[in-house]
């Protein structure tokens, strides 16, 4: 079975509940600017990539694929900072030491243990598989981080808080695990399903994915909470005089 062109008018369809998403955002909150901003930027971005991965799907160069590995990389480990209102510069090297050991040690067992890529950069591979685990490494430092500043704040130990932090931010990923394929199909596998692949080939590729996720959303996540430590010590003592000094 062939998948189906979607053409741009069909494609227009499916903004519709998303116009009446922002219609109620906005006669509730008032607040859907950055709704707006989300969908226009998934717009330009989406459509962009697609001309991006055009040109390198043809051009087949390990030495291209590598520069746009690189780039996942450092904005993987950029945008996980963004929860909190604390100094990047020195939590950034710690978030990209994360995401290099947990999301590329996993994307190499992945790619070459498991898929056997031939040759190893093979495009349509390597670069969707990489936005999958950096993703996934991305978004759980980025719930860890938020929640271990938060339990800090609090008064929070930091071994205590780092562990309340672990826990929550594997939340997500292992009720994914829970739902897959009982409530949900995750995208891969309806994606396989839907261009006539076997459902039973679909689900290998599948339990693939999950594992993946889960093991480089939690590497990445105990990597980072190990290393920061020390930076988030220094930068609680470093405030504190000027918290007191600003008291009358």
Partial sequence: MDIATISVPRLALSFIPVAIVIVLMWHWSHRYGRALQAIARMLIQLTLIGYVLVY???AESGLIIS???SIMLVAASWIALNTVDLPKGSLFPASLVSVLV????TLVLITQG???LEPWYQPSFMIPLAGMIF???MTNISLAL???HAELENGIAFQAARDIAFRTSMIPVINSCLAVG???LPGMMTGQILSGVSPLIAVRYQIMVMCMIFGAAGLSTVCFLTMIR???ERGRTTAVPQKECAKP
């Fill in 67 to 69: 520069g746009v590995l």
């Fill in 135 to 137: 993703a996934a490494s």
């Fill in 114 to 116: 498991v898929l056997q």
């Fill in 146 to 148: 938020e929640r271990l």
């Fill in 230 to 232: 020390k930076p988030i």
């Fill in 56 to 58: 390198i799907f043809q």
């Fill in 102 to 105: 947990g999301g590329g040690s």
């Fill in 182 to 184: 009982l409530i949900s």
